[in-house]
């Protein structure tokens, strides 16, 4: 981005970060993730998205399946009113226009004042100015959890000063890979004072202190449109009844999980697609228990 220095960036999100509650043992994840599954089940929290045209009747029907209620509010009219009635905010900038930026900048200045966690999902930053203008005016307003494949992650950290790589996005695919952007998760989580999520092959969460890695799902998942974006209305979910660092982990092991789960039924993605949406609305703790793949 032009224009932009390290001062600019040097306080993202700094008074955002809570006390992480989970217990960083391989033994343990699972349990803590499976509790925290049957936890947002009964408290079906409201989620509010303000996300990508592509992404909206998926990630809506992901959210119902894994047991929460979803709100796709958009109008900058009526979306930081909203934020007081949700248990979290959602922000995607995938089909990024004035109007979604208006809302998004609305609604997450309200979510600061109202002390209400909420997640970024910057896809696409690093391919325009104006996206990436967008996306360093959002994190201004301090989330929660960072979410991205490993160039978006980058080039949020590359923005921010913290790199000089030239990773430039594909689309909303990733063109590098997580153990790549696993060092800078670190440092831009130290920096920005949220939980910063790194997606692809191998999950990675990071707090700036405590990393974990997570190797489910299935190469399908990468086949079927918005499903990342998908991830992060759950994640969302997951965000209203638990700290960010508890709730990154236990989205993707859902998620992941029930990627697993919905691939032994079919090899295409169409049938893929379907079969994903019942795995999360069928899957328990002890599908998590006896399938997840932690990495500490």
């Known amino acids: 981005m032009h224009g932009n220095d390290m001062n600019h960036t040097q ?3 700094e008074d955002s970060q809570e006390e992480n509650s ?4 391989a033994r343990t994840v699972a349990t803590r993730c499976g509790a925290l599954l049957d936890q947002m089940r009964a408290a079906r929290p409201l989620v509010q998205n303000i996300t990508n045209y592509v992404s909206m009747d998926i990630a809506a029907n992901a959210l119902l399946a894994v047991g929460a209620s979803p709100a796709m509010v958009h109008a900058p009219e009526e979306s930081p009113q909203f934020v007081a009635l949700a248990g979290a905010l959602v922000i995607n900038i995938g089909t990024l226009s004035a109007e979604t930026a208006r809302s998004a900048q609305v609604a997450t200045t309200a979510a600061r004042q109202l002390g209400r966690p909420w997640l970024f999902d910057p896809v696409g930053v690093g391919a325009t100015d104006y996206r990436n203008d967008v996306a360093l005016e959002l994190m201004e307003n301090h989330p929660a959890i960072l979410r991205g494949n490993a160039s978006e992650i980058m080039a949020i950290a590359r923005l921010a000063g913290l790199t000089t790589a030239s990773a430039a996005p594909r689309g909303v695919d990733s063109a590098n890979t997580t153990s790549e952007a696993e060092l800078l998760c670190v440092e831009l989580a130290q920096r920005a004072g949220c939980v ?3 997606t692809g092959e191998v999950d990675v969460v990071t707090d700036g202190q405590q990393i974990v890695r997570l190797a489910n799902g299935s190469p399908l998942m990468t086949r079927v449109t918005a499903l990342g974006c998908s991830l992060s209305s759950v994640m969302g979910a997951f965000l209203a009844i638990a700290p960010p660092f508890d ?7 859902v998620y992941g ?6 691939a032994e039924t079919t090899k295409h993605p169409g049938s893929f697609r379907v079969a994903f949406i019942d795995a999360l609305d069928a899957i328990t703790p002890a599908d998590i228990a006896t399938r997840l793949k932690v990495q500490l």
């Open 247 to 253: 709730a990154a982990i236990a989205a993707l092991a």
């Open 11 to 13: 306080g993202l999100c």
């Open 22 to 25: 989970l217990d960083i043992d």
């Open 196 to 198: 910063v999520v790194a």
């Open 257 to 262: 999980v029930a990627g697993d789960i919905a």
